[in-house]
């Protein structure tokens, strides 16, 4: 199963890339379990994605919570939240 990761903004920078297609093995479930997946890469993937962040993710264009479903071919989006002024 793969998806497609994107990352935006600061994440993009954070992380040193914008896109990647990542190859799940088991299967993810839901964006938590996704989340947990990344986390574990340690760095800035933690520091990032830790519970107390601000971020927002998007499943085909669609902002979503955390228990949504992850299915192989989706585009995931990580982003932090949109301020304006």
């Known amino acids: ?4 990761l994107v990352f935006l903004a600061r994440l993009r920078e ?11 093995s ?3 479930a839901t964006v ?3 989340l947990d997946q990344l986390r574990e890469r340690g760095g800035a ?3 990032e994605l830790a519970a107390n962040r ?6 085909n264009q ?4 955390l228990d949504h479903p992850v299915k192989a071919g989706d585009e995931v989006a990580i982003f932090p939240p949109v301020t304006g002024g």
């Open 26 to 28: 088991p299967p993810i």
């Open 54 to 59: 601000a971020f927002r993710v998007a499943v």
């Open 32 to 34: 938590a379990t996704l």
């Open 14 to 24: 954070r992380f040193g890339v914008s896109r990647e297609v990542l190859a799940l």
């Open 1 to 4: 199963m793969t998806i497609q």
């Open 62 to 65: 669609e902002v979503v919570a």
């Open 45 to 47: 993937f933690a520091e």
